[in-house]
């Protein structure tokens, strides 16, 4: 993941903390990364963590920009050479699946072409949920590769599916896809990030 840039998207649910961890883990494997939070998020953990984990400002606000003036969701999109949303939750999922454009990380992830990884994180009533699901497919059909969470204790009191996938996992598939991109660079003979 070395010289590589990340764009990593934290969203509003309990499992926002593990996102810091994730953070932590693409900056020690030389990556670097990018954050936006949604505003929801902000309530679960604060920008502070990432700002001092990853070195740079982090962004919420589609329309009040830290870094790119003609627009932070350009600027982000086309930085960044792999995209994570972690946690992924309901929420994101439908914005996601309905290429609706209300929000700082939907709006970027519109404007980003490279590959998408979502780590969903919810209750395991809204994971099971049709609508959910429904979403989930529209988002692999659409190329969004998913991070499926595990089975477990749920912040709710609950043991069930929805619980996000530990940040050693997330990290592995972030790996993995920088592996893939680094081969798709050199079948293309630009070596560009490798």
Known sequence: MRGREVLLGVTGGVAAYKAAAVASG???AGAGVSVIMTPSATRFIGPTTFEA????????????????????HIGLARRAELAIVS?????TLARLAHGLADDLLSTTLL?????????PAMNCEMWAKPSVQRNVTRLADDGYEMIDPGEGWLSCGQVGAGRMAEPDDILERIAASC????????????????
Do not use: I
Request: proline share 8%; aromatic share 6%.
């Open 111 to 119: 404007c980003f072409s490279g590959p998408v990884l979502l780590a």
């Open 87 to 91: 946690p992924a939750t309901a929420q």
């Open 26 to 28: 693409l900056v020690q």
């Open 53 to 72: 984990l990853t070195g740079r400002p982090v962004h919420s606000d589609l329309f009040s920009p830290r870094e790119h003036y003609q627009g932070e």
């Open 179 to 194: 592996a893939a991109l680094g081969e798709a660079e050199e079948g293309e003979g630009d070596g560009c990030g490798s």
